[in-house]
Every structure is written in structure tokens, then in C-alpha cells.
């Protein structure tokens, strides 16, 4: 890349670059890689390494010339991807030995999950860990025998350059090509080996795993500072979700998690939301990019802790998120875009901190509160700088410095704001564009579902923009959908997570705003995928569809993690519709999406919360509420918010639109009840099944 500080404005010049001049190659100034679309591979697109997108034009030079490929997968906002493309990849004797011995392919990870899923498993099976960059040694055949993360360029402490490595494997290649083959058999069989593993299983004991989770969760829980294990500390928001569903004695774990992410650097005190994750075990250093995915999955956990509790901290938890998502990560189209860098200026987190005197001159007389309210020191608490955190919540920071919460808490927020707007003025962080459909769905979700629950018509006005966006825009003209879209949409096919989490998203806003159009989207998206992800000769479901590009051999990495489980999400939505609908048959598919991974749920149930989840779900019939009448008003939304904040589990929620005056029917425990009609009548009806409101909900 070349020396701009700026990456973000360094990323959108080459993109504004009038390309039809330029030869295939990309000419004496850039790469192929300048003909992309990813953020990520435009950031290459001036390395002197002669990269290839992924494509046959790269496998076929490798099968003509007989040459290793090395296959480099990374996104735009990592920040140890950077690290290495600065020290590596700009460097043209690093670039001179790849050209003259490899076929070099960089690959955006958030644009082909298949790929880094496949070859993530193949780090994983060689090293025990993975993480990104991820780099692959493979044969022309796309087989791997060899994988590593980051490499400085030179040896250092101990660990190897890659400067001997790629020297070491280059001469490997042309002197012990049996070596090579041998290397490349026995990772396959490895993946083989695995894969037999995961879905080897006999029929789960859903007790006896639940109680194994959380006695899990237990050991692992961090009681002092929140969180689970030590450092690197990860939100795990899969973790925090399951644990409120169970509520009684683990709910304060999750409880007391969340209040610590908000009170640690990991929170961003100013803007809102939260970093990737805590480098320590305080929450304080965080890794500093922002994820759209990570947005989406803590304001569903805020929500969920709020409809557990009713204490309106999670609320304003949520609604923080969401001001940093509508001002920061939301596109002109009314979809959601990536993420957000951790570096700006070459600088992780630089965007980010504060040196005391800076908040001294903003803030004048105010500045003595704030620091002392954000532990801000002359010393600071990271690299001499600041990173803002609010060690004692509101109340107790007054009750200590004899203060009146009301008058502190103004000038608190009247002071971030104003350091807010002086933080704008900075050398932003790349912002990532790509509208990735799964993603989106997951934020869809989140904002549909806090709309009904905080009554806030205006979030599922959100996310009814986003879905209609990317319902028309991410779908060819036959409807398949499509992965990802960045000033046009992509060619690559949606995969399973982006059918599952979509699916997910627009049932969310169906039930929340009870608009049958939404159920009809639904619905088609789930018979696409059982046309497209169902395979009847296993009784699986895949990851990537039948239509598109396969790997060479198949792996079920699927689990929670930073995002849940897509086979899990895709059980969910199927479930769902097949009560809303009446379609026991999707009951069956529903448990064909865990057939796959049923021996792994058994063996690490912490990754498989979510399949276990659905699991309970399928054992047993929902509660099932249903609509008629006039659903369009401000009395069936009023009603739909106390229905959804009351402790009903497993809530179905059907809708049968018609002109006569709404009613709410409801179903609970084998029982049906009278219809009703106001939110009066249905804590009426709610006392009498025992199912009381948790909370009233109050409007902050």
C-alpha cells in the first residue's frame, strides 16, 4: 500500500480509479487485486506480490508451471493482517521470492466464509489454533500441507521468518515432491478423521448436557471482573444469552458480565458499542475494530437481560449500540455495513484514547468530573494514553463524591458529547462497506426485537429498511440470494448462515410488526433452503450450497462462535414456521440441520448452546399466541410489547390479518384461552395462567 495515513480515503481512491484502461494484470502501478471489490484486497492491490483473487486463472498458472500457491486470508479491519502486509507483502524481496516460486491468492474471509471455514479447520487439525492472517500452503488441487498465521519477515525470539520459511518450502516443492504428497494425505484424511468424529452420536441426553453446560460456564466464570477465562477475554455473547435462559442462579453471571463490559474499555464511552475484544482481563485494553456482528449479538443479549430484569440499564445498553450502529455503520442504502478498523494512522486505537490534556482544554471546569468519573490520569492507563472507563456506576460515583446523580449525570453526557465531536475531527478508521446478508440479518433481528420489546416503532422501522434492501438488492434475478454487496452486489452465493440468519431476521420483524409480508419472505427463504442446503444422501445440511463451488473435502466447523452456529439458526427458523404454519414436516427438517453435529454437542456442548437450545425447543410444544383482526395500529403494537415482556418461553407468534377488531388468542400448557384485546385484558388473562408480566416497561 502506499504511505497514506488514511486508509479509508487510501481505500476509496482506488475504488473511484477508472480501470478499463488497466491490463488484466493490473498494469506497472497495481496488481489484480485492483480490480476487486473487497476493502481488504483493494489494501493489496499496490503490494508488489503478484496476487491472484481466487479463481481458475490462479490454479490454472499453478497446474501449468507447477508452482505451490500460497493462499492469504484475511479482512479488511484485522488488525494483525495489516501488521504482516506491512512488514511482508510491501516488501519486494518478500515479493520478489513469491513471485519467482509461488501463485499468490488473497482471499477476504467475510466475502468466502467456505473457503476460510475449510482452511481454518485445516489450521486448526495442524496446529491446534487458527486466527488471521491465515496463511496456506496448497497444491494446484487446492490440497493444503501446510498452515500458519502471522510470520515477521525476518526470525525473531525464536520464532522463524518467513523469508526461510517460503525459502524452505520452495525447495522442498521441487526436491521432495513425495514429502509434499504425503503432508497433503494426511491432513485430508485428518479432516476425514474429524469430521466421522463430529458426527458420531447417539441421541442426546438434553438433561445431562444442559447441566454439563453450565456447570462449565461455572467453572470458567470470572466473578470478580465478568466474562469467561482469562485473557484474551472474548464477550460471548452465545454464553450471556444461554445463561438469561436459564435465569435463576447463573442469570447474575450474565447480569453481572454485561455491567462490566459496559464499565471497561471494551466499551466505547463516547461513540457506544463495543470493541472485538479485551486483550486483558479487566475488560480495559481492548482489540480496538468494531464488528457489525458483535453490535448485533450484545444489544439482543441487552434486550433479552431487560426482559429478564426490567432494569433499564440493559435498555440504555442497547440503545447505545444502536446509536453507534445508526451513525457509524449504517449505509446510505439503509442497510448495515462490516466493521470498523482498529487502526487509524497506522496506529491501533489511536482514534480512540486520550492524553488528559486534551480533555482538560475541551472541557474546561467540567473536565475534573469526567476524568475523575472515567479514571482519566495524567500517567494514563495504555501507552501513556487514556483509554475511558467508568469503574463505579452512576449513582455510587455520586453517593461517594456527595453529588446530585441528576445534575452529574447531565454534565457526564453533555461533556461526551462535546469530546465526541472533537474525536470526529480525527483521521477516522477505515470503515468496511460490504453489506454481508448474514450480518445484516443478525442486525435485523436486533433491532426488530427491541422495537417490540421497548416499544420503539422507530427501530423496526430500521430494520424493515435493511430487510427490504437486502431482500432486493442481495438476490439475483432467479432469487438466490447473494453473499455480499459493495457498489453492486456480488456474484458469490449466499451460503447457509446468510439464508439461516436472514431467515432468522425477517421472521423477527413478522412478530414484531405483525405484517403478513414478512412471514411470506420467510417462508420463501426457508424453501430455498431446503432446496439449496439439504442433502437427502446424508441427511445434513450444508454449509455451502449445492450450486456452488465446493471444497475439496468437507468439513463441519459450524459452531458458536463469533456468530451462532448457522446450522443451529437454520433448526431455529424451521421450527418456527413449522408451528406458525402448521408443517410438522419441517419439524423433521429442523432436526436433520443437527443431525451433522449431534456427537459434537455432545462432546463440547459450550460450542453448540445454540443447537442445544432448539433441542429443548423440539421436545416439546411452544406457547402459541395468535393475531386476527386489524394488526396495523398502535393498540395491536401496544399489545405485542406486553406479550412479548411478560415470562412466556417459547413463544410462537401467528397473525391472521382480517377486518374484524383485534383479538389475541392464547395457548399455553395444553389450555387455550378467551381472546383478548387490550393490554388490560392480557395481564388479566396472564395472572390467571400464572404467566405474569415480568415488568411494566417505562420509557426512559
Not at 425 to 436: C, V
Request: hydrophobic share 40%.
Amino acid at each position: 500500500m502506499t504511505s497514506s495515513n488514511d486508509t479509508a480515503a487510501y481505500v476509496t481512491s482506488l475504488m473511484a480509479i477508472d480501470k478499463t484502461n488497466l491490463t488484466a494484470d493490473g498494469g506497472n502501478r497495481f496488481n489484480r487485486l485492483i480490480f476487486a471489490r473487497s476493502p481488504y484486497l483493494l489494501q493489496h492491490a499496490e503490494n508488489p506480490v503478484d496476487w491472484y483473487e481466487w479463481g481458475e486463472a490462479a490454479f490454472t498458472k499453478a497446474r501449468d508451471e507447477s508452482l505451490p500457491i500460497l493462499l492469504s486470508i484475511g479482512y479488511a479491519t484485522c488488525h494483525w493482517c495489516h501488521v504482516m502486509a506491512h512488514e511482508s507483502f510491501e516488501d519486494y524481496e518478500v515479493a520478489a521470492l513469491l513471485n519467482r516460486h509461488f501463485v499468490c491468492i488473497k482471499v477476504d474471509r467475510e466475502e468466502r466464509p467456505d473457503i476460510d471455514d475449510f482452511y481454518m479447520a485445516v489450521s486448526q487439525t495442524l496446529t491446534g489454533s487458527g486466527g488471521w492472517p491465515l496463511n496456506i500452503f496448497m497444491t494446484p488441487d487446492k490440497r493444503p500441507f501446510m498452515a500458519i498465521t502471522y510470520l515477521p519477515k525476518r526470525g525473531r525470539s525464536g520464532m522463524s521468518g518467513l523469508m526461510e520459511l517460503l525459502a524452505n518450502i520452495a525447495t522442498l516443492w521441487r526436491q521432495r515432491p513425495d514429502m509434499i504428497e504425503k503432508n497433503c494425505q494426511g491432513i485430508m484424511e485428518a479432516l476425514e478423521s474429524s469430521r466421522k468424529h463430529q458426527i458420531t452420536g447417539s441421541s442426546p441426553d438434553i438433561t445431562a448436557i444442559t447441566k454439563k453446560s453450565l456447570q462449565h460456564l461455572k467453572s470458567i466464570y470470572d466473578a470478580t471482573n465478568g466474562g469467561f477465562g482469562s485473557s484474551p477475554k472474548f464477550p460471548m455473547p452465545m454464553y450471556l444469552s444461554w445463561l438469561i435462559g436459564q435465569g435463576g442462579e447463573v442469570l447474575p453471571m450474565a447480569l453481572h458480565t454485561l455491567r462490566k463490559m459496559r464499565a471497561g474499555g471494551i466499551w466505547d464511552h463516547l461513540g457506544g458499542g463495543l470493541h472485538r475484544y479485551s486483550t486483558d482481563q479487566q475488560w480495559l485494553a481492548p482489540h480496538f475494530e468494531k464488528m457489525l456482528y458483535d453490535q448485533a449479538m450484545l444489544a439482543l443479549v441487552a434486550t433479552e437481560a431487560y426482559r429478564a430484569t426490567g432494569d433499564l440499564f440493559y435498555c440504555s445498553m442497547t440503545e447505545d449500540i444502536f446509536s453507534f450502529v445508526g451513525r457509524e455503520l449504517l449505509s446510505s442504502e439503509g442497510a448495515f455495513c462490516s466493521a470498523l478498523d482498529a487502526d487509524s494512522e497506522g496506529v491501533e486505537g489511536k482514534f480512540y484514547v486520550w492524553d488528559k490534556r486534551e480533555i482538560d482544554t475541551c472541557l474546561g471546569p467540567d473536565a475534573e468530573m469526567f476524568c475523575r468519573f472515567h479514571a482519566v490520569t495524567e500517567e494514563g492507563n495504555f501507552e501513556e494514553q487514556n483509554i475511558l472507563t467508568a469503574p463505579v456506576e452512576l449513582d455510587e460515583f455520586c453517593r461517594q463524591h456527595e453529588l446530585n446523580p441528576e445534575e452529574t449525570g447531565s454534565t457526564l453526557m453533555h461533556s461526551r458529547a462535546q469530546l465526541l465531536k472533537l474525536r470526529e475531527g480525527r483521521i477516522r478508521p477505515l470503515r468496511d462497506d460490504k453489506i454481508i446478508t448474514s450480518w445484516n440479518g443478525l442486525m435485523i433481528s436486533a433491532f426488530a426485537t427491541a422495537g417490540v420489546v421497548f416499544s420503539k416503532p422507530e427501530y423496526s422501522a430500521t430494520a424493515a429498511r435493511a430487510a427490504a434492501f437486502t431482500l432486493c438488492s442481495l438476490r439475483r434475478s432467479d432469487g438466490r440470494l447473494l453473499r455480499s454487496y459493495l457498489n453492486g452486489a456480488s456474484d458469490i452465493p449466499g451460503f447457509l448462515e446468510d439464508y439461516a440468519f436472514l431467515t432468522g431476521g425477517v421472521l423477527d420483524l413478522y412478530e414484531t410488526t405483525l405484517d403478513q409480508t414478512w412471514l411470506t419472505e420467510a417462508r420463501t427463504l426457508a424453501d430455498d433452503m431446503l432446496h439449496l442446503f439439504f442433502d437427502a444422501e446424508s441427511g445434513e445440511f450444508t454449509l455451502t450450497g449445492h450450486d456452488a463451488e465446493q471444497m475439496p473435502a468437507r468439513v463441519s466447523s459450524d459452531h458458536d462462535g463469533v456468530t451462532p452456529s448457522a446450522l443451529a439458526r437454520t433448526a431455529g427458523v424451521l421450527y418456527r414456521l413449522a408451528w406458525i404454519d402448521d408443517r410438522p414436516e419441517l419439524l423433521v427438517s429442523a432436526r436433520n440441520a443437527l443431525h451433522g453435529i449431534i456427537g459434537e454437542i455432545q462432546h463440547n456442548p459450550l460450542g453448540h448452546l445454540g443447537a442445544l437450545q432448539v433441542l429443548i425447543q423440539l421436545d416439546s410444544e411452544p406457547a402459541l399466541a395468535t393475531f386476527t383482526g386489524i394488526t396495523d395500529t398502535a393498540e395491536a403494537f401496544a399489545l405485542n410489547t406486553a406479550l412479548h415482556n411478560c415470562s412466556i418461553r417459547n413463544l410462537i407468534i401467528r397473525s391472521e390479518q382480517g377486518l374484524s377488531p383485534l383479538s389475541l388468542s392464547l395457548c399455553l400448557s395444553g389450555t387455550c384461552y378467551p381472546a383478548v384485546s387490550t393490554v388490560d385484558e392480557l395481564e388479566s388473562l396472564l395472572q390467571q395462567t400464572g404467566t405474569k408480566p415480568r415488568h411494566p416497561f417505562v420509557e426512559m
